[in-house]
């Protein structure tokens, strides 16, 4: 009799990997194991847990602490590759699937977080450690104390009923949150724009036009068809010369997530609710509080501070730059016409516009000459194509990262896989994430992925970037790198598992190489002749790139303090709140940004950070963390730019040490100094007589 080989037996989502670095087997995987592998790997953990809680012997760091951070292995591989797929390829089986294991996944984690004889046991070795009855490295100390921490935070040391009721607010925000994101998903798709007037696309590209017909020929339909992002301003509204259309575009924008069958309003407010109170069965008075206790900003107080400083500057500059659209006229401008007013008088001002731009700006020279050029130089990294390897879709790639500095040869860093094109199963926006994380402990090394939404071009025809799309692609590397150069033990602590706030600031520091003139020079070259790209038209980039700050920092901090003010309420004022847009105004009034023309980056109802995301009462933390970015920009211009050893001290103080460290004595240890808020006034134009005094530098600390 012929046995069955090992690989023949082996589950393509419970088992390791056999493939190199652990990648998934996606051939493999089929939609239908997807539900069943969850809920094993769910049991199997709980029986994990059990034994740690039923040892005879007296709790110890190996026995406890590092067993717990042992433990779900098999869970976490399955929902890595579950969630890793569910993000870029969203299929109707994949969202069943995550509307039934969501609440499943949430009541398995509040059993395992809330239960208090694990409590105890973590407890005691915490007590000891601080007893100093034990002697630990550092980072297995941050290990006790960060296992505690989250115990804690999670309502472990609550009693019985106490821990029923979080178990229930977590079961049910679990639902609440995947369905908003399911609504928005449906909402976003069913609001495209559609065209049947090729008139009415005066100002778009013939590439462009052609982008949106193949989207309408996709999606069964006649003509062209706009699909929209994330975002309230749609990017194509600065492109479009009919102002019907752009009024239809803002108003499909606005109108995502309140769509029939598809409204988000009841489920904001219940979320909202149910926050509001499992922070007061936490003993805390919101959920910001919550949130903020273990971020570097410390309080509500001190992120909500950081952007009211910045209000009136902000909001003067953006009401000058609206006069200066309109000719110094005092009406008001409509938010679906801002956009396109703008980049006409950027254009007629600086002569820089898209069409100029972009043929400078091929995705494949911007990722080789640009993006991977500019992490070689910095970390001594080396990039390969693995073409024998499968991604998730046929059209993502995966790329081995070596780092022949500190290894042997041919001995790799990591797999990093690009998926930079949309599709209709495609959430929106730009995002990275991870197959398989860093973990010494593990010996694992990391899988990591960059997302993107660009459109894709005609066939034979080349992917040509806006600016903006460059900056992204930089940005999200900056992420990946975070992951790839993880050297910890503890995978809690791998890569991006750093507080929201701080996990920005190597991905925002990372663009700046995006617009460095010696990496200009190396990767900005026309598509047709080759020719670089002209220190004229750098300039003018750069002039333009501050045209139109005032607005845009308007915009943001309307999304931010929205965030803060829905996770600041009480559960008595959240219960008093029953019209989302009502709350959205008296907001933005109180905070002075109801500025005639701007909308908020998002609005509640399509707000996918804070309620189907990982930001919520964090939106914040792009800002805060551009003030770390900015303060560090300066400082790589300092130090001679792109050079290994600014680089190799980004890498030893922050990128290599994840979430194992104090954040601000680390980036202090690198930068040399204390961060300063001074860089980002200066980069964004804000007169820094009217800004406050509210900075990083003051903060708590997580």
Not at 212 to 239: C, D, F, K, N, Y
Not at 333 to 357: I, K
Not at 635 to 651: C, I, K, N, P, Y
Not at 677 to 682: I, V
Request: proline content about 5%; glycine content about 8%; aromatic content about 6%.
């Amino acid at each position: 009799m012929t046995l069955p080989s090992p690989e023949a037996s082996r589950h393509p989502l419970l088992d390791e990997s056999p493939l190199p670095y652990g990648l998934p087997d996606f051939a493999a995987i089929r939609e239908e194991d997807l539900e069943p592998a969850i809920r094993t790997a769910i049991d199997d953990h709980a029986a994990e847990v059990a034994a740690i809680v039923a040892n005879p012997e007296p709790a110890t760091v190996d026995n406890t602490v590092v067993a717990l951070e042992r433990s779900g292995l098999a869970l976490n591989r399955v929902l890595s590759v579950f969630y890793g797929l569910l993000g870029p390829d969203a299929t109707k089986a994949r969202l069943d699937v995550d509307r039934v294991v969501s609440p499943l996944l949430a009541a398995h984690h509040s059993a395992v977080m809330t239960n208090p004889v694990l409590f105890g046991r973590v407890d005691a070795v915490l007590s000891a450690l601080e007893a100093g009855e034990l002697e630990v490295d550092d980072e297995t100390e941050r290990l006790v104390r960060r296992h505690h921490r989250d115990l804690l935070r999670a309502g472990a040391a609550l009693d019985d009923a106490g821990r029923a009721r979080l178990t229930a607010i977590d079961t049910r925000l679990a639902e609440l949150t995947t369905e908003f994101g399911e609504n928005l998903l449906a909402s976003t798709t069913e609001m495209a724009v559609p065209v049947s007037d090729e008139a009415e696309l005066a100002g778009l590209s013939e590439s462009m036009r052609s982008t949106l017909a193949a989207v309408a020929a996709e999606s069964g339909r006649e003509g062209w068809l706009i699909p929209l992002g994330l975002p309230t301003v749609q990017p194509i509204s600065a492109l479009l010369d009919d102002a019907g259309l752009r009024h239809r575009v803002m108003e499909a924008s606005l109108g995502r997530g309140a769509t029939p069958g598809h409204d988000n309003t009841p489920v904001v407010l219940e979320i909202v609710r149910l926050r509001a109170e499992r922070a007061r069965l936490l003993g805390l008075g919101c959920h910001a509080e919550h949130v903020l206790a273990v971020e570097t900003a410390g309080s509500p107080e001190a992120a909500r501070g950081l952007l009211l400083d910045v209000v009136d500057a902000a909001v003067t500059n953006a009401r000058n730059e609206a006069k200066d659209l309109l000719g110094g006229d005092d009406r008001e401008l409509n938010p679906a016409d801002w956009a396109w007013a703008s980049e006409r008088l950027r254009a007629e001002r600086f002569q820089v516009d898209d069409a100029t731009v972009r043929p400078y700006f091929e995705l494949e020279r911007v990722l080789r000459d640009g993006v991977m050029h500019a992490a070689s130089e910095l970390y001594g990294l080396r990039f390969a194509e693995r073409n024998d390897l499968r991604g998730f879709l046929p059209d993502v790639r995966v790329i081995e990262v070596f780092d022949d500095e500190r290894a042997e040869p041919d001995a790799g860093v990591g797999l990093l896989l690009l998926d930079y094109y949309a599709r209709p199963t495609k959430r929106g926006g730009a995002w990275m994430s991870s197959f398989r994380d860093q973990s010494r402990l593990l010996d694992s090394r990391p899988v990591v992925v960059n997302v993107m939404n660009l459109a894709r071009p005609a066939a034979g025809q080349p992917t040509l970037l806006t600016m903006d799309e460059v900056t992204t692609m930089f940005h999200e590397f900056g992420h990946a790198l975070h992951g790839l150069l993880s050297d910890v033990e503890y995978p809690v602590f791998s890569g991006t598992s750093v507080p929201r706030d701080f996990v920005e600031f190597p991905s925002q520091v990372n663009e700046m190489w995006a617009r460095r003139p010696e990496m200009l020079a190396h990767y900005a070259r026309h598509v047709e002749t080759g020719a670089p790209i002209v220190e004229d038209l750098v300039e003018r980039m750069r002039e333009a790139e501050r045209f139109g700050e005032g607005q845009a920092t308007v915009e943001y901090l309307g999304a931010a303090l929205l965030d803060l003010a829905w996770h600041s309420l009480s559960p008595e004022e959240a219960d008093a709140v029953t019209d989302v847009d009502e709350f959205e105004a008296r907001v933005l009034a109180e905070a002075g940004l109801d500025v005639p023309g701007i909308e908020p980056r998002y609005r509640s109802r399509y707000f996918q950070h804070i309620f189907a995301g990982g930001y919520s009462a964090a939106y914040y933390s792009y800002f805060w963390a551009e003030v770390l970015d900015a303060d560090a920009t300066e400082w790589f211009v300092e130090s001679g730019g792109l050079t290994r050893s600014s680089g190799e001290r980004m890498r030893r103080e922050v990128l290599s040490r994840g979430g194992a460290i104090d954040f601000l004595d680390a980036y202090r240890r690198m930068r040399g100094s204390e961060p300063s808020t001074a860089a980002l006034l200066r980069r964004r134009g804000l007169d820094s007589s009217v800004v406050g005094g509210h900075g990083v530098a003051t903060a708590g600390r997580s």
